[in-house]
């Protein structure tokens, strides 16, 4: 099949349009050649020959329809990535809510981190916790992503060599175990996160968040998408709680009620009411 007919530009349209629906991932004329050669992948993988066909399958099977989304994901990510997160969320957010909870009996901080891809970001927020929180004070995370793929990979917490670069050598003793080809997370961290499939175009049902991470995710929607995937962070969060989005992302000219916090590290989000 030429390649200039592999995807035309109604089929590309439908495509376009259902992706957009189904995730809030927003695919244009400069990304198109992405989803052109992960449909491609797609295609060889269940034997079907044009993308017609397929767009039925994924239209009439949600199975399917999950792996589709799954396969167009970009899920880059790495251990402690942007360093400035990790020391604004050691040095601002996490004392300001020791100020603010520590009349709690029972002081928890409650974090998620959404989109979380093959595991490192959570990961790195709770090897992180373990090592600030004081005594007696406990943490939780909540985990999710769209990609079933990568859900496997972070709970399963394997990572190859290669894959630990950027964990501090203190980190690895304490929080890994060397194993053959790599490191595996100790069971005691993961205890610590719940890995759950969700799609941030719906209400993920989470209350009193105290801490949200949602970074290089919502740079894949277009601006209602996103708008959308705030304003349910904003009802999930509690109130002084703390949202993260990645440094290429911003809520600039965006209609909602987080406000914006600059701090020596980084800057932020916050939720005051
Ligand atoms: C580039 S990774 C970012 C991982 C991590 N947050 C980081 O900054 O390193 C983006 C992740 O967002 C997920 N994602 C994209 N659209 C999503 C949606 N609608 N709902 C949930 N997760 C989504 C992808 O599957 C991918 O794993």
New binding site residues.
Partial sequence: MADDVFLSDSDFEKYRILIYNE???HFTATNRSILESRLRERLRDKHIDTVGTYFGTISSDKEELKSFLDAI??????FF?NQAHFDALEHHVVPELIKIKQAAANPTIKIW?????TG??PYTIAMLMSEILPPLWKYDIVA????LK?LMTAKEGFYADGRVEGVPDSYLKKYFDKVDGGYKVHADIQSKIRFDY????NDAGLRNMDIV?C???II?FDEAAQTNAINHFYNSMASKSFLFI?HSESLFGMDTKFEFVKTQWATLYRKFM
């Fill in positions: 995730s809030g991932i994901t970009t899920n880059l990510t790495r990535r981190s959404a989109g979380c891809s490192e970001e999710s992503d769209i990609s990568c969700h799609n941030l175009k991470f970074r290089n995710v894949y990645g």
